[in-house]
């Protein structure tokens, strides 16, 4: 995917999260706190999952495009909060965040989130992966 085409994608599902999240009672607005928000937002699907037997689970890829919508709005405030450092990249057919090697897969935590529950927080994922590749920015900077 060319990088205009992946930043399409990325603004499309941002705007998605917002306006969903908004029809569901939230703001989002891009702060960290906005994040605990999310984390209710994904709880509501997580229960919503549980709730179902097997035989009429979602199937893998709705609760993979579901993950995507709220992994990306996660994301993108990670890749704010990082800095032109830090931008999203495709690999292996998924979208991760790299700032200088250090990735993040705030997607696929959506997705575990939602299918394992609340041990998969999303809250917890931006805290200490954040900080994580903040470090990572900040060593690179001093070489």
Same mark, same amino acid.
């Given at each position: 995917?060319?990088?205009? &085409? ?5 603004? +499309? ?5 917002? /306006? ?5 009672? +939230?703001?989002? #607005?891009?702060?960290?706190? &906005? ?12 229960? #919503?999952?549980?709730?179902? #037997? ?28 990082? @800095? ?9 057919? @998924? ?7 250090? /990735? ?15 041990? #998969?927080?999303?809250? &917890? ?10 470090? +990572?920015?900040?060593? @690179? /900077?001093?070489?």
């Amino acid at each position: 995917m060319s990088t205009n &085409s992946l930043n399409e994608m990325v603004a +499309h599902h941002t705007k998605l999260a917002i /306006q969903i999240a908004e029809t569901m009672g +939230h703001t989002l #607005d891009f702060s960290s706190e &906005s994040i605990h928000r999310v984390e209710d937002i994904l709880d509501n699907y997580a229960n #919503d999952y549980a709730s179902h #037997d097997d035989m009429i689970k979602p199937l893998d890829r709705e609760v993979w495009s579901i993950a995507a919508i709220w992994g990306i709005y996660v994301g993108e405030i990670m890749r704010i909060e990082l @800095g032109e450092e830090c931008r999203w990249e495709e690999v292996d057919g @998924g979208y991760l965040l790299n700032a200088h090697g250090a /990735q993040a897969n705030p997607i696929g935590k959506a997705y575990k989130r939602i299918v394992n529950g609340p041990e #998969d927080n999303i809250v &917890s994922f931006y805290d200490i992966i954040g900080e994580k590749m903040r470090e +990572h920015i900040q060593k @690179g /900077q001093e070489i």
